[in-house]
């Protein structure tokens, strides 16, 4: 499984959009891009994931560079409920997830 | 409708004490996946059934840990003699799979404490 980079930690102000990237740069043809969260104390959440279009839904935006090597998690109105620890993960469907680190958002008022 | 439950939601055990762990996947999901998280880190895989099949088992740490699901349904992670390394979240993750939907979606976890 390709590997992925992301920025240990960002903030963002409440009501802003935060812009959260990835980097993975070796991802293959086959492999998808899908991002989880995990809000201190639960179990991680499926976000959004995108082949190569751009994808949308209520949660957030993915862009997906044309190349594919990166790719940006959108959150367009960020509350204090999305400080979390967001994952980027690259998956060929099926079969286990290899999670990073992650990168640690906290919104801030 | 209801999600992923997990079962006891915290456990401490004594060094050496076996315990298992329960997971309720969502009903029809034919997926299971056994994670481990340690403090501070990502989730790591430990295994995977589809069904009542064990397909991969490459995550488990040492043969004192099994898991099964024998009925497609309800799974079991056991731990046996458990070590203080033991110490950590159990996350159970149903998806349904199989061209429908492979999103994982995830119970709260187990915290286990070993002392």
């Known amino acids: 499984d390709a590997k992925t980079t992301q920025p240990p930690s960002m903030d963002c102000a409440e009501g802003r959009a935060a812009n959260l990237p990835c980097n993975h740069s070796t991802i293959s043809g086959n492999e998808y891009v899908y991002w989880y969260r995990q809000i201190h104390s639960q179990g991680p959440q499926y976000i959004i994931h995108?082949?190569?279009n751009n994808e949308t839904n209520e949660m957030a935006s993915l862009i997906i560079t044309e190349d594919r090597k990166s790719s940006t998690l959108i959150l367009p109105h960020a509350t204090l409920r999305d400080t979390a620890v967001y994952y980027c993960?690259?998956?060929?469907?099926?079969?286990?997830?290899?999670f990073g680190q992650g990168t640690e958002l906290s919104v801030k008022p | 409708g209801a999600g992923v439950s997990q079962s006891p939601r915290y456990k401490v055990a004594k060094r050496g004490q076996d315990v298992a762990l329960r997971c309720d996947p969502i009903?029809?999901?034919?997926?299971l996946f056994w994670y481990q998280q340690a403090l501070g880190q990502g989730p790591e895989f430990l295994t995977y059934?589809?069904?009542?099949?064990?397909?991969?088992k490459s995550g488990l740490p040492s043969d004192r840990f099994f898991a099964e699901r024998p009925e497609g349904s309800v799974s079991t992670l056991k731990i046996q003699r458990t070590q203080q390394e033991d110490s950590a979240v159990y996350l159970c993750?149903?998806?349904?799979?199989?061209?429908?939907?492979?999103?994982?979606?995830f119970g709260p976890g187990t915290r286990l404490t070993v002392t």
């Open positions: 995108g082949l190569k």
């Open positions: 009903s029809g999901h034919v997926s």
């Open positions: 993750a149903s998806s349904p799979e199989w061209g429908v939907s492979y999103e994982q979606y």
């Open positions: 993960i690259v998956y060929n469907q099926g079969g286990k997830l290899i």
């Open positions: 059934f589809q069904n009542e099949a064990q397909l991969d």
